[in-house]
């Protein structure tokens, strides 16, 4: 109710005017049916063409965009090439080599270089966690929040808890 108030009501709808003559003998003969006709002169009437274009653009937006005209061809990919001729050399060629990289694999999977590396890599690994872990305990530590937070303790062992921790991260 309160978004109505200030609004003006329309006026009420009346009856069509009389049609308007130039003479009394117009008045006699002249019907209402032939006057709507000459109302528009044979064309459209221009409140139509922006009803139109709305309903129009409509239509259009609520429709799925495709891809273009190919959209659902597969491509050239999906179609099988025609069967090359086998060469007999090569084919013997490739299996020799196919034979031989896997020969070199499994000797490289067992080399003693390899073992090194991968235990290298895993002691690097378990090192750096302690060393991340480490870092953010120091800091939990010093701001008095976490699971390395000093809350409870008294000054000497929050004093030594951080000297211990800024040995093992090399802060100090």
């Not at 709808?13 to 003559?21: G, L, Q, S, Y």
């Not at 003479?23 to 063409?49: D, M, N, Q, W, Y």
């Not at 273009?68 to 090569?90: A, M, Q, Y």
């Not at 939990?140 to 000497?156: I, K, L, P, Y």
Request: contains cysteine; glycine residues 6%.
């Amino acid at each position: 109710m309160l978004g109505l108030r200030g609004l003006v009501a329309a006026p009420p709808a009346t009856a069509a005017p009389p049609p308007r003559a130039r003479c009394s003998a117009a008045t006699t003969t002249t019907t209402l049916a032939p006057e709507k006709k000459t109302a528009f002169h044979g064309r459209f009437p221009l409140a139509i063409v922006p009803a139109a274009a709305a309903s129009l653009s409509l239509v259009l937006w609520s429709s799925p965009v495709h891809a273009g005209i190919l959209s659902g061809f597969t491509g050239l990919e999906s179609v099988p090439g025609p069967d090359l001729p086998r060469v007999e050399f090569l084919e013997k060629w490739n299996a020799e080599n196919q034979k031989k990289y896997a020969e070199f694999d499994s000797r490289f999977k067992s080399s003693k270089v390899l073992k090194d590396l991968l235990e290298k890599s895993k002691q690097n690994k378990l090192k750096n966690e302690r060393e991340i872990q480490d870092k953010y305990c120091l800091r939990g530590a010093e701001w008095g929040v976490g699971d390395c937070s000093t809350e409870g303790m008294t000054d000497q062992e929050k004093e030594d808890f951080i000297t211990e921790l800024k040995k093992r991260t090399g802060a100090e």
